[in-house]
Every structure is written in structure tokens, then in C-alpha cells.
């Protein structure tokens, strides 16, 4: 019964695209999806992320130009406005699904949320725009959930590393992966394995299933080497308090209320780890189009040097190297040399002529010094012995006594009697 709907829907699918295989197509195939969010309201403010980083300064020294993102989630629609430019959006492939479906459409929005905050074009009357609007999506499509924590529980494991096997072999510069799990899956760590071994530059998101304040252990795929985890904050730059803490963290980029495209048109706010990763693919693909020559790791090196230090203090395991800075990757000068060992320091031999005359010096200036104590301390003596003498002279050397004033004499009568008024008339 399964296999027979799962044919049903292939056949279906291909007569919407005409039975060509390249052509990409945003409608969902039919029956493709189990439900369809349907088109949200367009949001036309700058949103705070976008002025955080400074999006409009970035576009001026790199847009992403020839630099292939793979979003490897629920899919993207490439009929949103803005995505829906010639070239932005490739066909993809859809690993959810059984038979040759595009990736290109989205049940859920999550997929088509992260897409636009790497790709987005600038459209006039909107402030939202992605980090890096002239790079190319391929979409690959691995779920149709728009809650990609717990790889077990949200993605096929096996799916998901197929999707990635995918993205790899087909060209693409950056994965991202906005999903996250605790599950060590071996299908995943391999497809990752082989990722970076081409020289691709992966980027997960680190988590959203924290609790409390301790570091818990790593998740997956972004606790893989090689992989660039990514936290999320707020508007403040403070941690949000489900992203995850661990060795997973490699940096942090907004998650809190960052707006992104909705699937069949217009905005949304979203939260999460998510969110957040895709602001550090549009960094790595800006740096990866501006320097074409440089390895996927050295990008990473970039990314991580030029991070702008958070709360958590550098390399914590809240919020790792800091905040991405997309601005600095593109403009600040690195060297890519390793820092010079500092020469042995070197005593030098004294000259003994040199130690003959110092010395000679500081004995010549003690000696100085001590005569001249000397010479203040007789002086002193001297004037005092002469005041002595003086003195003795001019009093024959006799004792000299002070006078004491004459005793009053004893009294033996009370003093008069005083009155402060006239006194009374004698009596007659």
C-alpha cells in the first residue's frame, strides 16, 4: 500500500514538471506534504539581526557570487519572491521522499527560513535580505518537520547522510545543517568525513535542548571534526537559554527573534540554534567567493579569528570564539604565516675596562658622599660649640636664673562689697 502511494505521488510529481527531471518547481508535488503552512504577512523592517551585522556595509565587499550553499533541511521554496531569481535556487534532490523529486519546494517553511537568511535578494520597500544574496542554494531535502533537534527523533539518520553525500558530490562550497541531535550516528559521521575531505565547509547548528547553566555533552553533527557548531543569541548578545553549552560551540550568531522567508511568501520570526547556523554559511560563503583560493579550512580560521568577543569571554563553551562578524571576514588583513619563535636572549660579556671605570665611579661617588656628611656634620657642631662659647663668655659661665615674679601678700579682710546697682541710702 505504501510503495504503491509512493508511486502515485512520483507519477504525479513528474507530470507537474512535465517529465523534466531539471526543472525545478515550488509547489509541492501532489500529496508530497502532509500539511502546507500557508502564506505569511511581509515583514518591511530592518530587522535586528541584519543591523547587528551590518548587512548593508557586508554587500558592499562581497555578495557570495559563485559560491554554491547547500541547505540540507525540509526543503526551500524557490517560488518566494525573493528567491525565486533565475539561478538562486536549484532543482535539488528530495531524500525524504522515495524517487527523483526536486528539493526545491518546502511543506514547513524551516528549510525555506534558513535559505533566505543566506540568499534572500534585496528587494525595495523591504529591509529583510540575506547575508550573502548573490549565492546559489542547492536544496536537498532530508524532512518535512519544522523542528530539526534530536536527528533520531526529527530525521532519518540514514536519510540525512545520504543528503549530505549528496551536497558533497554535487558541487557545493557550504553545507549547512540546522539540525542537531546527541545521537553519534556512524551513516552521518562518515557522509561528514567525506564532506570535508572534499573541501567543503560544514556548518551545523549546535542545539536547542538546554537546560540550565552546566555544559552538557557534545551534539551531532556539529560535535563532529571539522564541522562549525553554532549557538544562538539575543538581541543583546546574550546566550539564548536553549541553546546548548559544550564542545560543540565553535561561535554564536543571532537566533532570538531573527526574521526569514516564510514558504509561499512572506516573513516570519523565528528562534533557535537554527536560525543562527545559517548566518555563519552566509559568512563562510562571502569569504569563500571573495578568495576563492583559500581552503575550507583556512575559511573557518577566518570566520573564528575575526568573531567579535561575547559575554562567555573567548573560547567558553557557551559561546566560543564570540559573535560572527561577516563585516571583519571580509575586510580585516590575517596573515596565514605561523607567528616567529622569539630569538634566545642573549647576555652580553661586560667589558673588564668598562667594570674597572663603573666601578671605580661608584666608589669615587661613595666616598664623595661620605666626606660631605662629614664635612655638614662638623660644620654643625662647630656653629653650635661657638654659640656655647659665646654665651658662657658673656655670663662668666654662671648659671643664669629667671626672676620670680613678688608673692602677693596674704590677705586678711574680704574685699569690698560691689554692687552693680547704686547702693541703698545710708540710714539716717
Avoid at 198 to 206: E, G, I, L, P, T
Avoid at 366 to 381: D, E, F, G, P, Y
Wanted: with cysteine; hydrophobic share 45%; glycine share 12%.
Amino acid at each position: 500500500m505504501k510503495a504503491r502511494l509512493v508511486a502515485a505521488v512520483v507519477a504525479l510529481a513528474a507530470a507537474a514538471v512535465g517529465g523534466n527531471p531539471g526543472m525545478a518547481t515550488a509547489a509541492p508535488p501532489p500529496g508530497a506534504c502532509g500539511r502546507t503552512e500557508p502564506a505569511s504577512p511581509v515583514v518591511t523592517e530592518l530587522p535586528w539581526a541584519q543591523r547587528t551585522l551590518d548587512a548593508q556595509a557586508v554587500r558592499r565587499h562581497g555578495t557570495g557570487a559563485g559560491v554554491v550553499v547547500a541547505v540540507i533541511d525540509s526543503g526551500v521554496d524557490s517560488d518566494h519572491p525573493q528567491l525565486r531569481q533565475p539561478g538562486k535556487v536549484q532543482r535539488g534532490q528530495d531524500f525524504f521522499l522515495v524517487g527523483d523529486l526536486p528539493g526545491s519546494f518546502d511543506c514547513v517553511s524551516h528549510g525555506t527560513g534558513v535559505a533566505g537568511i543566506i540568499a534572500a535578494a534585496p528587494t525595495p520597500g523591504i529591509g529583510f535580505a540575506g547575508l550573502a544574496p548573490d549565492a546559489t542554494i542547492l536544496p536537498v531535502r532530508v524532512s518535512e518537520s519544522d523542528t530539526t533537534d534530536g536527528a533520531a527523533q526529527a530525521i532519518d539518520p540514514e536519510v540525512l547522510a545520504r543528503g549530505i553525500w549528496y551536497a558533497a558530490d554535487h558541487g557545493a562550497d557550504v553545507i549547512n545543517l540546522s539540525v542537531a541531535g546527541g545521537l553519534d550516528n556512524h551513516y552521518v559521521r562518515d557522509a561528514i568525513r567525506h564532506a570535508v575531505n572534499k573541501d567543503v565547509v560544514v556548518v551545523a547548528a549546535a542545539g536547542n535542548a538546554q537546560e540550565g547553566a552546566a555544559p552538557g555533552g557534545p551534539t551531532y553533527p556539529a560535535g563532529y571534526d571539522g564541522v562549525l557548531g553554532v549557538g544562538a543569541v539575543d538581541m543583546a548578545g546574550n546566550r539564548l537559554p536553549s541553546s546548548q553549552i559544550g564542545p560543540q560551540v565553535d561561535l554564536v550568531a543571532p537566533g532570538g527573534g531573527v526574521l526569514s522567508t516564510m514558504r509561499a511568501g512572506g516573513h516570519g520570526y523565528r528562534d533557535g540554534t537554527s536560525y543562527a547556523a545559517p548566518f555563519v554559511s552566509a559568512t563562510a560563503a562571502l569569504v569563500r567567493s571573495k578568495w576563492p583560493g583559500l581552503s575550507a579550512e583556512e575559511v573557518v580560521r577566518r570566520v573564528l579569528a575575526t568573531a567579535t568577543p561575547a559575554p562567555g569571554g573567548r573560547d567558553s563553551a557557551a559561546y566560543g570564539a564570540g559573535m560572527v562578524n561577516p563585516y571583519r571576514a571580509l575586510t580585516d588583513g590575517l596573515s596565514t604565516e605561523e607567528p616567529a619563535a622569539l630569538p634566545a636572549v642573549e647576555r652580553p660579556v661586560p667589558d673588564p675596562d668598562e667594570v674597572r671605570l663603573a666601578t671605580w665611579w661608584e666608589d669615587s661617588t661613595s666616598n664623595a658622599r661620605l666626606v660631605a656628611i662629614l664635612t655638614v656634620t662638623t660644620a654643625v657642631l662647630g656653629a653650635l660649640a661657638a654659640v656655647v662659647l659665646v654665651r658662657g663668655r658673656r655670663t662668666r659661665w654662671r648659671p643664669r636664673r629667671a626672676a620670680l615674679p613678688p608673692a602677693e601678700p596674704v590677705r586678711d579682710d574680704l574685699p569690698d562689697e560691689m554692687f552693680l546697682v547704686p547702693p541703698p541710702p545710708a540710714e539716717t
